[in-house]
């Protein structure tokens, strides 16, 4: 909560451009289906739009979508259907205007293990077009504590080792826009801290940032916004605060003096369930209700005589709402 | 049409470093073979034959030695150039370039074919000390020498975009074009076959390769060089046009 209000506060305190650049459109999906061969459907048409500068949180569980989203965008993929446009650029028509602007980091370890460092890093840069600039990937490979691993074959390195390597050949190209698939899968928790440190940096740059994860703490931490996937659709796209204030539900838990088997009937309007055998009575509510119903609640509790002798609220996290909007597509 | 020149050059100096890294393994193999085929072939069989249309048998048999060993390099060169992307993965950055199908082919297949070429002079310096080349066309030799080496090039890069394994990308080259160059004329003229055979072979399609390169030698070939040249250029269209079929609807390519 703290982090969060900070940046809120950062983010008001920095002004009125910031925010209205936030609003321009950098990609543009409309429409998109995939189809596999074998008649998976990996996408059903999906609209998304990601504001210039931001850094957005793909959420999802296995098989959602969302690396086949990352791969149709950068071109690994063929859409069935829809349209994208990468700063207006259309992604198959336009390909190479669209592509210059993205750095991929996919989320399997794909490297050339018998190249150096440094000749796959520079190779990355030339692919993308860009003439050879030594300063830059030497700035670039010291930011991601590569510099002193330039020399070492990709075969040599340790599996975090290799995971910088392939950030810093999706940066090798000063990309505007950066994919990171899974970014901090199976990574330990200093290359983790390492690459939030280096995604913050990237953004303060003016990098449009798209990143999916399994972790909702980090899209709770890092993400501008945050886009819920699940089973090839868009369940939901919104700033990270705002998500948790429009589907935050507030929970309010009561010990108390005596244990319940259940819920006096009396207290039948407000849905309570009991929990630490019988000592707990919680009461669920919508934080942003007319009426959170606590008060009247607590009065109909003094009427009955059902004593407490502590009370507390909690708001749901992330991870709750993630979990509930998917368990409510699921039922649907 | 080309516009991405620093991916199509950091392509080519990435084939290139692969063959650096293999570079002595790669250029003594061919001189080694050269050799043994010259002593075997050459000296212990070739004194006892007699001249073919006027050309000492050791000679006649260096223009299909190098096709040997340039169509089968050629293949397996640029097969392994595109097939291994595709099997450690790293293709994924290829395919997210903004780079051409044009210019990704042109950057592997001028790579592979750059050391198809080295290869072929390596092996007619080599078939030079063991016997006397004249070239009665130089030019136009080293102008098929380049056009077979990008030809079946492409067509090993065809082969490594088709595969699915290690062991599909190499039954083309050992199962298919190494018998067929073995029984297109590279160590014999095909006025030798009895008329069946002949007819037979003259469905294989490197009799017309091999036999046009020899021209460029000797000033004669099993067939007109005219049919030598068409033939060529037939198979080059037919190894481009496929190429570009598998690039435009992403063919083992992409999903």
Redo the contacts between chains.
Sequence with gaps: MDGRGARAMALSASGFTLRNVNMETIINIEGLTKTYAGGVVALKRVDLAVRKGEILALLGPNGAGKTTLINIVCGLVTPSSGAITVAGSDIARDYRAARSLIGLVPQELHTDAFEAVIASVRFSRGLFGKPRNDAFLEQLLKDLSLWDKRNAKIMELSGGMKRRVMIAKALSHEPDILFLDEPTAGVDVELRRDMWAMVRAMRARGVTIVLTTHYIEEAEEMADRVGVISNGEILVVDETAALMKKLGRRTLILTLTEPHEQAPAELAEWNLSLRGDGHELVYEFDANAESSGVPSLLRRMSDIGMGFKDLNTSQSSLEDIFVGLVNEAKAE | MI?????I???Y??EM??FR?TFWTSLIMPVITTSLYFIVFGSAIGSRMTEIGGVPYGAFIVPGLIMLSMLTESISNASFGIYMPKW???I?????????PLETVIAYVGAAATKSVIIGVIILLTANLFVDVTIAHPFLMALFLVTIAVTFCLFGFAIGIWAKSFEQLQAIPMLVVFPLTFLGGAFYALEMLPPFWRSVTLFNPLVYLISGFRWTFFGEGDVSIGVSIGATLLFLTICLTTIFWMFRT?YRL??
Excluded: Q, V, W
Excluded at chain 2, 3 to 7: A, E, M, T
Excluded at chain 2, 92 to 100: F, R
């Design positions: 516009k991405n020149i620093h991916g050059a950091a392509i100096r990435f470093a692969r890294r450690a993965g790293t994924y950055e290829i395919l997210s370039a903004p780079i051409s992403g992409k999903t």
